[in-house]
């Protein structure tokens, strides 16, 4: 069983791209805060690399903004590839199936909130998102 929840806020908001095939992809890094204060009593976070997928990217890129309160729930991924000088690079991230909006962040410009509520009736997200480091990947590749 793969699943992940995580909480934590946005720590930039996110960065909507599209593969090959025109499918949208975005990318945010979540900072969740640990369960215990270090010994400085100072709580410590971690950063989680997020990727999102199709509809629910383009929601994401929409919607969140640096510093948005969300619950994200989603599977762990880890791809492996070689750079340009030939190191092994390794990433880990969670391949988002749901994003859950927590606060309503600041108000739109119509004077509603800019978003709040689920984005959970987005189709499951997929395998192989691209990031700067990775290689790009081709839709044949991609199993949509």
């Given at each position: 069983?793969?699943?992940?929840?995580?909480?934590?806020?946005?720590?930039r908001?996110?960065?909507?791209?599209?593969?090959?095939g025109?499918?949208?992809?975005?990318?945010?890094?979540?900072?969740?805060?640990?369960?215990?204060?270090?010994?400085?009593?100072?709580?410590?976070?971690?950063?989680?690399?997020?990727?999102?997928?199709?509809?629910?990217?383009?929601?994401?890129?929409?919607?969140?903004?640096?510093?948005?309160?969300?619950?994200?729930?989603?599977?762990?991924?880890?791809?492996?590839?070689?750079?340009?000088?030939?190191?092994?690079?390794?990433?880990?991230?969670?391949?988002a199936?749901?994003?859950?909006?927590?606060?309503?962040?600041?108000?739109?410009?119509?004077?509603?909130?800019?978003?709040?509520?689920?984005?959970?009736?987005?189709?499951?997200?997929?395998?192989?998102?691209?990031?700067?480091?990775?290689?790009?990947?081709?839709?044949?590749?991609?199993?949509?």
């Amino acid at each position: 069983m793969n699943n992940v929840t995580l909480v934590g806020r946005l720590t930039r908001a996110p960065e909507l791209r599209y593969t090959s095939g025109q499918v949208p992809v975005a990318n945010f890094t979540l900072a969740v805060d640990r369960p215990f204060v270090n010994q400085s009593g100072e709580r410590e976070a971690d950063f989680i690399p997020i990727v999102a997928w199709r509809g629910l990217a383009e929601t994401c890129a929409k919607h969140l903004q640096k510093g948005r309160l969300v619950a994200v729930q989603g599977q762990l991924r880890t791809r492996r590839w070689e750079d340009k000088e030939g190191n092994r690079r390794l990433a880990v991230e969670v391949v988002a199936d749901r994003v859950e909006f927590l606060d309503w962040g600041k108000q739109s410009k119509s004077g509603e909130p800019a978003g709040g509520g689920a984005a959970e009736d987005i189709p499951e997200a997929e395998d192989a998102p691209e990031t700067e480091d990775a290689p790009e990947t081709e839709e044949e590749a991609v199993p949509f």
